[in-house]
């Protein structure tokens, strides 16, 4: 637990290892920077240099969408094949296409759209709906760019009042396009908005719930040999005189044993952003041919200057937000009679190869887009 508390998620001692979400896709990221940067770029021929330029600013432009508009992360308590109490990280949205959300909800409203893979590495997308006293899951095919024919519905009680799974950070006032992405002082200005709408989210949602079965619920609150009925409906426990955990009844029957979720950037997301940050520190020091303005960010360190506040603002949301797994995890052990410190932690990455290698080089947007065709030139 201790090493939870730290943020420290490279290793989790005798219970397993930590294998990062977007260990991947930072290091393709980086990868791409570096090779467009050879000795003498500045001096290259404009017919060189421009593709260099336009490359390095898609990439940029992808990555950074990606992380921050499908950084959302969702961890779930299961049981190993062992028997062993395992949570569980897993970016559920990575591959969803905010547009297929959106239209959907203009059809009629859903709390919730859930990516998933069948047994057969089939999409599949998962459709929540939450009504009073109800819930509604209908499961989707879906090919990447659209939603199919409903394969199967569940139906059951329920108190929930909010969405177990949100769909979108809050809108953004701003342009999605790669024209935020002229120049580094742009990409700065660009970069601070979005850490600021991901931080009030953070701030909004700064807790995480733990939901688990009711059943699971009553017989930790009622406790050895009492007999109290709770009825189906949000809860609130207190495990210490210090910290309050909400807890969210799900309807019996549910197969998973609990969820714990927040609706915003987990830590693989915090260390993405960190790789890109120092990529754009060494961007800064290059000559002014990649930017109009780069006479003004002329080093690394003036670019911390410009982030400095929004910098700040996010390491003390990222303590925070360890605290807060760490308060999780010992809730989900105190309601399983497990000790914490024999939880395994793993980061689960629903995308294939293919998938990372498609979204580093082309965006979320262009899953489907054939290696022949070309590549839209950004999410607008």
Not at 29 to 42: C, H, I, K, R, T
Not at 363 to 374: A, I, V
Request: charged letters at 25%; hydrophobic letters at 40%.
């Amino acid at each position: 637990m201790e090493r939870l508390s730290q943020g420290n998620f490279t290793d989790v001692g005798d219970a397993g290892k930590i294998q990062p979400n977007y260990c991947g896709r930072a290091a393709a990221f980086l990868g791409n920077l570096g090779s467009a940067f050879p000795p003498g770029f500045d001096g290259l021929d404009d017919q060189i240099a421009a593709p260099l330029t336009t490359s390095i600013r898609r990439t940029i432009n992808r990555v950074l969408y990606d992380t921050v508009r499908y950084g959302l992360g969702l961890w779930r308590l299961r049981t190993s094949a062992a028997g062993e109490p395992v949570l569980e990280h897993t970016e559920p949205q990575n591959w969803f296409p905010a547009s297929t959300v959106e239209a959907l909800n203009d059809k009629e409203p859903a709390d919730a759209v859930i990516a998933t893979r069948n047994e057969d590495g089939e999409k599949w997308a998962q459709v929540l709906k939450l009504t009073p006293g109800q819930w509604e899951l209908n499961t989707h095919a879906f090919d990447g760019d659209a939603l199919g024919d409903i394969e199967e519905t569940e139906t059951g009680e329920s108190s929930q009042q909010r969405p177990l799974f949100p769909t979108a950070l809050p809108p953004y006032d701003g342009e999605w396009g790669r024209s935020a992405y002229i120049d580094m002082a742009g990409l700065a200005t660009e970069l601070g908005r979005r850490f600021s709408s991901n931080s009030q989210t953070l701030d909004d949602y700064a807790r995480p719930m733990l939901i688990m079965k009711g059943r699971a619920v009553a017989a930790y609150m009622a406790g050895p040999g009492e007999q109290t009925q709770l009825r189906a409906k949000a809860a609130m426990l207190e495990f210490d005189d210090a910290r309050r955990q909400p807890v969210f009844l799900m309807p019996e029957g549910v197969e998973e044993v609990g969820f714990v979720q927040w609706d915003a950037q987990q830590q693989a997301s915090f260390s993405h952003i960190d790789r890109i940050e120092d990529a754009l520190f060494d961007m800064s020091a290059l000559p002014s041919g990649l930017g109009r303005m780069a006479d003004k960010l002329a080093s690394g360190a003036s670019l911390r200057r410009l982030w400095a506040p929004t910098y700040v603002l996010l390491e003390t949301i990222r303590s925070d937000l360890m605290l807060n797994i760490a308060s999780a995890v010992t809730a989900a052990g105190e309601m399983l009679g497990v000790d914490p410190g024999e939880y395994a932690i793993e980061w689960a990455n629903p995308l294939d190869a293919l998938d990372e290698q498609r979204i580093v080089q082309g965006g979320p947007d262009d899953m489907e887009t054939p290696d022949d065709e070309p590549t839209p030139e950004g999410p607008q």
